[in-house]
């Protein structure tokens, strides 16, 4: 009969008969045992010790089951089947500590750990020193928002390609997650610049603050970026074509004037005030409605001028451009300020160099 057999024997026998707490007291002196001499054991010794735990644990009280979890989980050479056990216990207390620190977790149990076990389980394995694409592909895809934003936050983290589009999704509305997720200074270029280009102002100047050595590159290339989908996007848009279709008929009736223009903006139609501007303004379309998407209002307030609109109009535009998140009075006070201060004539200079500029790079391009 072998050692590991003789010790597992000899202690099933005398704790058959002994209560709980006495089978806590021999659970501590085993792991003092093994804590002490951890760093000389062979793999025997250490198979050994892996039964025994696995025998006193057995039926034990949470309190000694989390007491032994503390103790093994900062021990690289700790039982690997006793680790397993502890970290897939249902109790965090217990499973927590392995999770989060026991470098003897092979990365197979920590993918089915987080696979199929609770947030709370989760979210301890984001703490981890290590943490392979593997393991963060399911962190990121079965995750609730505490999970995500805390492996995003965890600088040894590594993410698949997969990995960071299920981050770069879940960041859309989310500004603390989409900052960490683009503070990674690994994070892959093209979804660095897919991040920004979804992101809030406030979002953007913190990113870019977090990789200045590439601040020019990066505003041009987002800048690039959100042309090249703002224009396939209105390429492709039915609801373009029908607007589009709808203001050239107007037009070619006479009838297409300031009044259509606040009212398709009070009825929060998009696309058809879009169309609009761009047809009195004669800029192409793609042109106004980048002035309509970004966050500074001087190219949309500069079209409106240079139109020869009013203030109720404009108005109008700003608040639909604002969408849901609304513009504060003051917000409009100012902008109220800054279109009074234009004037047309000026206005109507930007737009002409603006449209001889389109059609230069049109002319260059065929």
Not at 6 to 21: P, Y
Not at 87 to 93: G, P, V
Not at 272 to 278: F, Q, Y
Not at 301 to 320: C, E, N, Q
Request: aromatic share 4%.
């Amino acid at each position: 009969m072998t050692v590991q057999h003789n010790i597992i024997n000899e202690l099933e026998e005398a704790l058959s008969k002994q209560s709980t707490e006495r089978r806590a007291k021999v659970l501590r002196r085993v792991t003092d045992l093994f804590i002490f001499g951890s760093s000389h054991f062979s793999d025997d010794h250490v198979a050994v010790f892996d039964g025994v735990f696995n025998h006193l644990i057995a039926d034990i009280e949470l309190s000694a089951r989390a007491a032994l979890a503390s103790r093994l989980a900062s021990i690289p050479t700790a039982p690997r089947k006793v680790i397993r056990t502890l970290a897939f216990d249902d109790m965090i207390e217990v499973a927590g500590p392995v999770l989060a620190q026991s470098e003897a977790l092979d990365n197979v149990s920590l993918v089915e750990n987080a696979s199929t076990k609770s947030q709370q389980h989760l979210l301890a394995i984001t703490r981890r020193k290590v943490l392979p694409e593997t393991v963060t592909d399911v962190l990121v895809e079965r995750g609730n928002r505490e999970v995500a934003l805390n492996v995003a936050k965890n600088a040894s983290a590594k993410f698949s390609e997969v990995g960071y589009v299920r981050l770069i999704k879940r960041s859309d509305g989310d500004e603390e997650l989409a900052r960490s997720v683009g503070a990674r200074p690994e994070i892959p270029r093209h979804h660095f610049l897919k991040l920004l280009t979804t992101a809030s102002k406030a979002v953007r100047l913190a990113l870019e603050a977090a990789h200045p050595e590439h601040a020019s590159e990066i505003k041009r290339a987002v800048a690039e970026a959100a042309t090249e989908i703002q224009t396939k996007a209105a390429a492709t848009s039915r609801n373009y074509a029908a607007a589009q279709a709808l203001i050239e008929a107007m037009r070619t009736l006479g009838r297409l004037g300031e009044t259509d223009v606040e009212a398709f903006a009070r009825a929060r139609k998009f696309e058809e005030t879009t169309a609009a501007l761009a047809a009195l303004s004669g800029l192409p379309i793609d042109l106004i409605e980048r002035a309509m998407v970004q966050d500074r209002e001087e190219a949309i307030l500069i079209a409106i001028k240079a139109i020869g609109l009013s203030w109720p109009t404009a108005r109008a535009v700003l608040l639909l451009r604002a969408g849901q998140r609304g513009m504060s009075s003051h917000a409009l006070e100012q902008s109220l300020v800054a279109f009074n201060r234009l004037k047309r004539e000026t206005a109507q200079e930007v737009i002409e160099i603006q449209c001889k500029r389109q059609k230069a790079t049109s002319s260059s391009a065929d």
